[in-house]
C-alpha cells in the first residue's frame, strides 16, 4: 500500500516542538510566579494581599476592567453590526481600524488618550466645563481600556454575524415580528455565546494592562493606583517575593475568566453540533 503523503513532519516532531514552545513561553514564566511566592509562607502571602494599599488597588483593576468589558460589550456589537449589515464608504479601513489597539504601542495610547481627557484637552476640557474630570480618574482609566478591549469583542461577534442564517429573520418577519423583536429574540441568543467569550477576553486583558493605563490613571495611592502599577513597585524596591504573589492574583483571576470562556465554547461547539 502506497504511504499517504503528509504536509507536515510526524506527530512527534511537531508534538516536541510544539511542547517546547509552549513551555518556554507560557509554562516555565507561570511556573516561576509559583517558585517565588513558594518563598513565602501562608501568613506572609495573606498579609502582602490584604495590604489596604493593595486591596485598594484590586478594587480599582477588577472594577475598572469590568465596567469597561461592559461597555465593549454593548458598542462592540454595535460596531460588529455596522460593519456587517451595512455597507459605506471607508468600510474595510473602519475595519482595520478596530485593530489599532492590538498593534499601536500601549505607551502611544496612554499619551494620546491623556492629552486628549485632560482638562486642557480635546474632550476633556469640554466635559470640564460641566464639572467632569476624566483623565487622571477612575473615568480615565475606564476610558483606556475601553480603548484597549473593544476589538476583542467586535472580533468574537463578526464571524457570527457573518454565518447568521438570514431565514430566520426572514421567517419571525414573515409572521409579522418586528425589528426590534427579530434582534431581542432570533439574533441576540445567537450572538450571546460570542458576546460572553468577547467580553471575556477583554476582561482579561484589560486586568493586566499597564502601559495606556499608567499615564492617564494619576496613579494616585488608594483612588487610581491599579495592581500592575503595585507590582511594578515592588519590583523597583527588589521584594520579587511581593511582586510575584500579587501578580499570582491577577493570574489566577484572569485564568478563571479564561477557563469560564473555554467552557462557554465548549458548550456552544456541542449544541451547534447536536443541532447539525
Request: aromatic residues 10%; contains cysteine; positive net charge.
Amino acid at each position: 500500500m502506497k504511504r499517504k503523503s503528509v504536509v507536515i513532519p510526524s506527530f512527534g516532531l511537531t508534538t516536541g516542538v510544539t511542547l517546547a514552545i509552549l513551555s518556554v513561553v507560557v509554562l516555565i514564566p507561570l511556573a516561576s510566579l509559583v517558585v517565588f511566592s513558594a518563598q513565602m509562607s501562608a501568613s506572609e502571602i495573606i498579609d502582602v494581599i490584604t495590604r489596604p494599599r493593595v486591596l485598594s488597588s484590586f478594587k480599582v483593576s477588577f472594577l475598572t476592567a469590568f465596567i469597561a468589558s461592559l461597555i465593549n460589550a454593548v458598542m462592540g456589537v454595535v460596531l460588529a453590526w455596522v460593519l456587517v449589515r451595512y455597507t459605506f464608504p471607508l468600510k474595510r479601513i473602519v475595519d482595520g481600524t478596530i485593530e489599532l489597539p492590538f498593534a499601536l504601542p500601549t505607551a502611544v495610547a496612554g499619551i494620546a488618550l491623556t492629552a486628549l481627557t485632560a482638562d486642557t484637552g480635546l474632550i476633556g476640557g469640554f466635559f470640564a466645563n460641566f464639572g467632569i474630570k476624566i483623565a487622571f480618574t477612575r473615568i480615565g482609566i475606564t476610558v483606556a481600556l475601553v480603548f484597549i478591549g473593544i476589538p476583542f469583542v467586535v472580533r468574537a461577534v463578526q464571524p457570527v454575524l457573518e454565518k447568521l442564517d438570514p431565514a430566520y429573520e426572514e421567517a419571525a418577519g414573515v409572521l409579522g415580528a418586528s425589528r426590534t423583536r427579530i434582534f431581542w429574540k432570533v439574533i441576540l441568543p445567537e450572538l450571546i455565546p460570542a458576546i460572553f467569550t468577547g467580553f471575556g477576553l477583554a476582561f482579561g486583558r484589560c486586568l493586566g494592562e499597564y502601559g495606556s493605563v499608567v499615564f492617564i490613571a494619576g496613579n494616585m495611592p488608594f483612588e487610581t493606583e491599579i495592581a500592575p502599577l503595585i507590582i511594578m513597585s515592588e519590583l523597583q524596591e527588589y521584594d520579587y517575593s511581593s511582586a510575584t504573589t500579587i501578580a499570582l492574583v491577577m493570574l489566577v483571576a484572569s485564568f478563571i475568566t479564561l477557563f469560564l470562556v473555554n467552557v462557554v465554547q465548549n458548550r456552544n461547539a456541542k449544541i451547534l453540533k447536536g443541532g447539525s
